[in-house]
Nanobody, 115 residues
Framework: QVQLVESGGGLVQAGGSLRLSCAAS????????MGWYRQAPGKQRELVAS???????NYVDSVKGRFTISGVNAKNTVYLQMNSLKPEDTAVYYC?????????WGQGTQVTVSS
């Protein structure tokens, strides 16, 4: 089992920054990848960014150049630095870990960007 706890969400004005953290605990050995997803009201959950243990990163086009994912060995704590935030970034942000083909999710943290 893998437990994920997110933190760092909040309310920020457009153009501001936030840093999300996701701490993994439990059986974290053999985690294949970790990432951040978000879900806005009335929309499907979408991948924001992901990172593998060897440091390979992937971003959705809408956040490229503004968001940066990083991690401690990509297996323990993963961060999402969000700069130049826009109102359309408003959503609940979820941390996800994949281990041996199984997905684990955190409880989510709300990010609200005011215009």
């Amino acid at each position: 089992q893998v437990q994920l706890v997110e933190s760092g969400g909040g309310l920020v004005q457009a153009g501001g920054s936030l840093r999300l953290s996701c701490a993994a605990s439990g059986s974290i050995f053999s985690i294949n990848a970790m990432g951040w997803y978000r879900q806005a009201p009335g929309k499907q959950r979408e991948l924001v960014a992901s990172i593998t243990p060897d440091g390979y990163t992937n971003y959705v086009d809408s956040v490229k150049g503004r968001f940066t994912i990083s991690g401690v060995n990509a297996k323990n704590t993963v961060y999402l630095q969000m700069n130049s935030l826009k109102p359309e970034d408003t959503a609940v942000y979820y941390c996800k870990a994949v281990k041996l083909g199984r997905a684990y999710w955190g409880q989510g943290t709300q990010v609200t960007v005011s215009s």
